[in-house]
């Protein structure tokens, strides 16, 4: 079974793979224990992290090992504080257990003609639409000359691991690869047995070790809002700010947009990619 069905169609095997990680993440000086010197374990001990979250070790234990598969909600907060987990992760982990219904149907492949409108004459900084599984649905032509460097625009996640280009268009390749990881697991939180996300695993995992290596930590992250730097081939380093929305009437998706920093070094940064190409329709 691939590294992603085992988490859209085994939830309890989610829930082992997911506190297992987690659980060899923490550090046990990061919650007070003092580790000895025979320590043969990665992370916290089952013993450990049972004591912190009030839990029994058996307990904990048919938790991990897949055996009990509906621990209640106060279960479920507990550990989420004794992995010391933040807002993301613990809403991910309590969404394995008790998915969320979901108020409208998703798994739209193409925008509103009203965001492709706003790409197209609305925004004139790169913006692009994505969906759970970072599949870009529509981008302008800044986004486009932003990305002009790139083989394809059609996939966030295989731009940046399997396109030799992203090492040296991202300044910090290794932040944006765990970004791009957290942000496709974070998706599941809302929409958890989303096919999507688990094309996009099947088909990088084989091919990046890397991505492959993050996937197995568990971590969950959405993109939200960061001031990034890139190289590019062109026109060389830009200073942009990121910010990611959620299409109203489109949960799956989320509009990305780059704003030149007000106080950048390189202000008409936007200037600089909109003299690389004409406004086209966005795709």
């Keep these: ?13 989610e829930l082992s793979s997911f506190l297992r990680a987690r659980r060899e993440a923490v550090m046990p000086q990061a919650v007070g224990l003092v580790p000895g010197d025979g320590r043969r374990v990665r992370g916290l001990r089952r013993e450990e992290l049972a004591l912190l979250a ?3 070790t058996d307990y904990y234990r048919r938790l991990e090992q897949g055996r009990e598969q509906r621990p209640s909600l106060q279960v479920l907060r507990a550990l989420a504080g004794a992995l010391r987990l933040d807002a ?3 809403a991910y982990l309590i969404s394995i257990v008790h998915p969320l219904p979901l108020a409208m149907p998703a798994h739209a492949t193409t925008v509103s003609a009203g965001v492709r409108l706003l790409l197209d004459s609305g925004l004139r900084v790169p913006a692009f639409v994505v969906d759970l599984g970072l599949n870009i649905l529509g981008i302008n032509a800044a986004g486009r000359a932003m990305y002009s460097g790139f083989g394809d625009t059609d996939n966030l996640a295989r731009m940046v691991f399997l396109d030799p280009a992203a090492r040296d268009f991202y300044a910090d390749w290794q932040h944006v690869a765990t970004q791009v990881v957290g942000n496709l697991r974070s998706g599941l939180t809302r929409f958890p047995n989303d096919d999507r ?10 091919r990046s070790t890397v991505f492959a290596e993050l996937w197995a930590t568990h971590d969950v992250r959405p993109r939200t809002s960061e001031d990034k730097v890139f190289h590019h081939p062109r026109v060389g380093e830009l200073h942009l700010h990121f910010e990611a929305l959620e299409v109203a009437d489109a949960p799956d998706q989320r509009l990305f947009v780059y704003c030149a920093l007000e106080n950048g070094p390189i202000p008409d940064a936007v200037a600089l990619l909109e003299s690389l190409t004409p406004v086209t329709a966005s795709a």
């Design 1 to 13: 079974m691939s590294v992603d069905h085992w988490a859209m169609a085994n939830r309890s095997t």
């Design 54 to 56: 009030g839990l029994s």
């Design 197 to 206: 996300v688990a094309e996009v695993v099947d088909e990088i995992s084989p």
């Design 88 to 90: 993301h992760a613990t």
